[in-house]
């Protein structure tokens, strides 16, 4: 009969023990999940958008003769301004992304790339023609390095795109050289 009575009221103090803890955990049910995650759908939490959109469609650069002045940059110009900044800054420019440049260690000197005086004269195929096969295939310096066979054909196309938008004075794209007066021609 003794037994009996203390092992009910082991039992009790058990249970009671059971209930305590239950009822403490209801409140942090572990200690692992934070209690105000829930799984369910909620409110999507806001994030600022602070991210930097861009002046042109696809980047800008400033006109190097006056910083003030943002060009916008199109998809090809862009990837252009990449082609240059990795090439060919070290001789065309006169400050780097990594400080001083080269330009004046250089003979002779290489024009500054947006040149317009210079550069607004030549044609697309010159200057196609300058860079993939070097300033010694035009009869130029042979300082002037031959990218043909670094430099894809439409990353060539994209960097004359590049050195048409920075020129000072602007570029102007000469008019079309396919002959249509035959349009006009009376029949
Ligand atoms: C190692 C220095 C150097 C690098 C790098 C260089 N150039 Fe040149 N570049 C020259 C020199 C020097 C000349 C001038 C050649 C002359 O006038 O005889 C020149 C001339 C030119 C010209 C012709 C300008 C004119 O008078 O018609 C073009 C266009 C040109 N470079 C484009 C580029 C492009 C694009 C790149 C990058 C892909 C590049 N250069 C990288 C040194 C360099």
């Not at 092992?7 to 209690?35: E, F, Q, T």
């Not at 004269?121 to 295939?137: M, P, Q, R, T």
């Not at 008019?175 to 006009?184: G, I, K, L, Y």
Request: glycine share 6%; aromatic share 8%; with cysteine.
């Amino acid at each position: 009969m003794k037994i009996v009575g203390i092992y009910l009221s082991v039992l009790v103090v058990c249970l009671c023990l059971v209930a305590a803890a239950g009822r403490s955990m209801k409140a942090k049910p572990c200690w692992c999940w934070p209690g105000a995650q829930h799984m369910v759908a909620g409110p999507k939490p806001q994030i600022e958008r602070n991210e930097y959109v861009s002046y042109g469609s696809f980047g800008s650069e400033p006109d190097w003769n006056n910083p003030a002045r943002m060009l916008p940059l199109d998809y090809e110009q862009e990837q252009g301004k990449r082609v240059f900044y990795q090439h060919c800054v070290w001789c065309h420019a006169d400050t780097t992304p990594a400080g001083p440049s080269n330009r004046s260690n250089v003979t002779p000197d290489p024009p500054l790339m947006n040149d317009g005086a210079i550069l607004n004269v030549e044609s697309d195929a010159k200057l196609e023609k300058i860079i993939a096969l070097g300033g010694s295939a035009v009869g130029k310096s042979a300082m002037m390095p031959p990218y043909g066979s670094m430099l894809r054909q439409d990353e060539i196309d994209d960097v004359i795109s590049y050195i048409r938008v920075v020129a000072v004075p602007e570029y102007h794209k000469p008019p079309s050289r396919v002959n249509t007066t035959w349009r006009n021609k009376p029949r």
